[in-house]
């Protein structure tokens, strides 16, 4: 079974749609926050905002052909990820020593957005820790994927945070392969992001070409 860890509904279209589509009926997929913050305008925020983009990670999914028993929300709330990080650690850690994986595809801790950092941060230090306890052997064998979806800005050294990101990629390049995959159907890759219509309106342009890629990218190590 392969995991895909997506911090909001449609990380996981933008990030990993080919792969899914390919392996659906053996993927699941983890939403850790509700996606209730998706919106520039503080008046379409809130439950039902989430409740309507539930529905739409489900219509894109099923595009997919992801059945529904494989659809998981974890209901953190958004953007707040790291003032629940104990709460996101637990419910990762049971999920992720309760399936039968072998590949998990989860944010990298690089990447700019708090909610996508603090998640990759988390699943690195789940795997970091069980590997020295004696759930360990659940947890060997896997293959860890990291993806990409806000990077930081090469151009843009003098901002703090950016350079911390631009650095922590460094690093994680020195150990990790960079491995990439075609994507056999970019109509439908499309079509099911489209699916997330709350979305597509505020997506930025550089988020939005994901979905129009050929390949789809990660920082790859086999554990
Ligand atoms: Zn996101």
Known sequence: MMMIIAPHPDDDILCCAGIIHKNHENT????????SKGSPKPEERGPKLAL???SEAYNALHRLGVKDDNIVFLNNEDGNVKKYRDNVYNQLSKLLLQTDIN???FPSPFDIHPDHSEIGNIVLSI???KSRTTASYKLKGLDLFMYTIHKPDISNIFNLANLKSLLLELKIKLSFKYICFKVNDIELKKQALEEHKSQISYM???VKKLASNSYECFYFKHI
Do not use: W
């Open 28 to 35: 699941k997929i983890i939403f850790v926050t509700d996606g």
């Open 52 to 54: 309507k983009r539930m």
């Open 103 to 105: 590949a998990i595809y």
């Open 127 to 129: 795997i970091h820790r």
């Open 204 to 206: 930025q342009e550089k």
